[in-house]
């Protein structure tokens, strides 16, 4: 579709693998790329389920925030934190079931981006963290909503606040990952293609009902979230954030 995206199919199954190497870092063309990927396939009655990939052996690095250009996330406008949570919000406007195959790393937006599918499969090298806070900043990507949503506000609280780096079988009995397996890709195909088996018109209707609110509630997120990493953004630790991630050390905060 784009040198972003590519789109496959297997029956009733698709399949979109994006790639922006080497660590398939999080950018607004990638997200818009993504999005527009998964709103062609809510309007393809033959597609019933979405298997989400990517490229290369990070799943999504998150955003390069060390990058200073459209804020590392390749925004145009004057907030480009604004038109990267716009695109965040499509994907979870979409309707048909989608299934992540997590091969490598989800890092703090990466993560975002694996959380907004239904279903997530892990191979056992998958990494998976929320180090927004390791950053000197606050999460993003709606996941102050979704994750609490997903494995428990108090597991959600642990990931945020300790900023950790967790395998996929620390959480698997969590629910943030549903399946383990070698190869995640063929693994996720093959329960995207569980659900594919059933009825189209049911699905939809059945995921509707499960996520009713949720859109409203990721919308509210996203603008709390936008406001306090402005306010972070212009403080001394959340650039020693940035730089210490980068040169792999602890960070030396100061608390300004």
Request: one cysteine or more.
């Amino acid at each position: 579709m784009t040198n972003l995206v590519t789109l496959t199919r297997h029956s009733h199954v698709a399949q979109i693998t994006f790639s922006n190497p080497p660590l398939n870092f999080a950018t607004v063309a990638l997200l818009r790329a993504i999005a527009g990927a998964l709103e062609s396939l809510d309007a393809d009655p033959d597609c019933r389920a979405v298997v989400l990939a990517s490229s290369g052996k990070t799943f999504c690095a998150g955003a390069e925030l060390g990058n200073p250009v459209g804020g590392g996330l390749g925004g145009t406008g004057a907030d480009p934190f604004r038109e990267f949570y716009d695109q965040a919000l499509r994907l979870y406007a979409t309707t048909k079931p989608i299934v992540a195959a997590i091969q490598g790393a989800a890092v703090g937006a990466g993560l975002g981006l694996a959380v907004a599918a239904d279903f997530r499969v892990a191979s056992p090298e998958a990494r998976f963290a929320a180090n927004f806070t390791k950053l000197g900043f606050h999460p993003g990507f709606g996941l102050t909503a979704t994750l609490p949503r997903l494995i428990g506000v108090h597991r959600a609280n642990l990931m945020f606040l300790a900023a950790g780096r967790y395998k996929p079988e620390e959480v698997l009995p969590w629910g943030l990952v549903d399946r383990i397996a070698p190869d995640a890709v063929e693994a996720a195909l093959g329960l995207a293609a569980e659900i594919a088996e059933n009825a189209p018109l049911a699905l939809l209707s059945t995921r509707k009902t499960l996520r009713a609110g949720l859109v409203e509630q990721i919308t509210a997120a996203l603008a709390h979230e936008h406001a306090e990493q402005a306010i972070l953004r212009r403080t001394a630790d959340y650039a020693e954030g940035v730089r210490s991630v980068g040169e792999r050390r602890p960070g030396r905060f100061t608390g300004t």
